[in-house]
């Protein structure tokens, strides 16, 4: 019998086998574990490089649907700026997965919206690919997606594939301190794509907010923001979901570092409703 102590503290060694440039500071990881690896949307890892330390990344890929999984990393500091001078077939250590799932199945029969801010459509694109897969179990469904100028959009292959399959997608980009309100059209005969602050296209949406969930995720401010404008708009708290940021040591809940308003977020979230974070931070 495997030793649980083995499996959440010691890393599984990995392969990074493809190595994408996103953007200029964004690069995307495509890994191979050693043996199987099963993991869901919204959980996260804990990646270490041998000698440099160990971060928490969300996993963005999906399960069943890409061959490896994928890690989707900003260069931002000591540890991620050694990750983006590696080359395939670097090798890096990885345990998880760790954290709670988004609950899509409570969405079903429902409408859903998904708000990505930045980043933020990292941890949501494995939840948006199996939603798409089952669209039929679910009604309308809308992107908000915003980044801080078009260059920076990322996944749009995946982006203009949903779109395909009938996903109703509006962009938000905000470029310094300047809002960016327009409309843009796209060359390849698709559809028109609303382009300005991403809380701002929230009434343009054809989705009803009474009957909807929402999975949001990026920047903190963001996230408060628009949950409390979907709340104002009569989504129902209990359906507004986001993932929460942490600076994470453990991924198990033993060294406190995420601890905040009596919640681990490595343990009780990343994923929590705005019920549940207005009950612990009323600020909210």
């Given at each position: 019998m495997?030793?649980r102590i083995?499996?959440?503290?010691?890393?599984l060694?990995?392969?990074?086998?493809?190595?994408?440039?996103?953007?200029?500071?964004?690069?995307l990881f495509k890994v191979?574990?050693?043996r199987?690896?099963?993991?869901?949307?919204g959980e996260f890892?804990?990646?270490?490089?041998?000698g440099?330390?160990?971060?928490p990344?969300?996993?963005?890929?999906t399960y069943?649907?890409?061959?490896?999984i994928?890690?989707?990393i900003r260069?931002?500091?000591?540890?991620?700026?050694?990750?983006h001078l590696?080359k395939?077939?670097?090798?890096?250590?990885?345990?998880?997965?760790f954290g709670n799932?988004f609950p899509?199945e409570?969405?079903?029969?429902?409408d859903v919206?998904f708000?990505a801010?930045?980043?933020g459509?990292v941890?949501?694109?494995?939840?948006?690919?199996?939603?798409m897969?089952e669209k039929s179990?679910?009604k309308?469904?809308?992107?908000?997606?915003?980044?801080r100028n078009?260059?920076e959009i990322?996944?749009?292959?995946?982006?203009?594939?949903w779109q395909?399959?009938g996903?109703?997608?509006?962009?938000?980009?905000?470029?310094?301190?300047?809002l960016?309100?327009h409309?843009?059209e796209?060359k390849?005969?698709?559809?028109q794509?609303?382009v300005?602050i991403?809380?701002?296209h929230?009434?343009?949406?054809k989705?009803s907010?009474?009957?909807?969930y929402?999975?949001?995720?990026g920047?903190?401010?963001?996230i408060?923001?628009?949950?409390?404008?979907?709340?104002?708009?009569g989504?129902?708290?209990e359906s507004?979901?986001?993932?929460?940021?942490?600076?994470?040591?453990?991924?198990?809940?033993?060294?406190?570092?995420?601890y905040?308003?009596?919640?681990?977020?490595?343990?009780?979230?990343?994923?929590f409703?705005y019920?549940?974070?207005?009950k612990?931070?009323?600020s909210?």
């Open positions: 495997k030793s083995k499996d959440t503290y010691l890393p060694k990995a392969e990074i086998v493809e190595i994408m440039d996103m953007t200029s500071d964004i690069k191979k574990p050693y199987q690896f099963l993991y869901k949307p890892i804990m990646l270490s490089l041998w440099k330390g160990e971060i990344i969300s996993i963005t890929s069943g649907f890409h061959k490896y994928e890690l989707c260069r931002v500091g000591f540890i991620t700026s050694a990750l590696l395939p077939p670097a090798k890096i250590g990885i345990r998880g997965p799932t899509v409570k969405a079903k029969g429902k919206f708000f801010g930045g980043l459509i941890p949501l694109r494995p939840l948006i690919h199996n939603v897969n179990k679910f309308r469904i809308t992107l908000i997606c915003g980044s078009p260059g990322l996944f749009k292959d995946d982006i203009d594939l395909k399959k996903l109703n997608i509006i962009f938000g980009v905000r470029k310094g301190l300047q960016l309100i409309n843009i796209k390849d005969n698709s559809s794509r609303k300005g991403e809380t701002g929230l009434n343009t949406s989705i907010f009474k009957n909807a929402s999975f949001i995720c920047p903190p401010v963001m408060i923001e628009t949950m409390k404008s979907l709340s104002m708009m989504m129902n708290e507004i979901f986001t993932s929460l940021e942490a600076h994470m040591k453990c991924g198990v809940g033993k060294c406190g570092h995420c905040i308003d009596g919640k681990y977020i490595c343990t009780d979230g990343p994923i409703s019920a549940e974070l207005k612990h931070r009323p909210y």
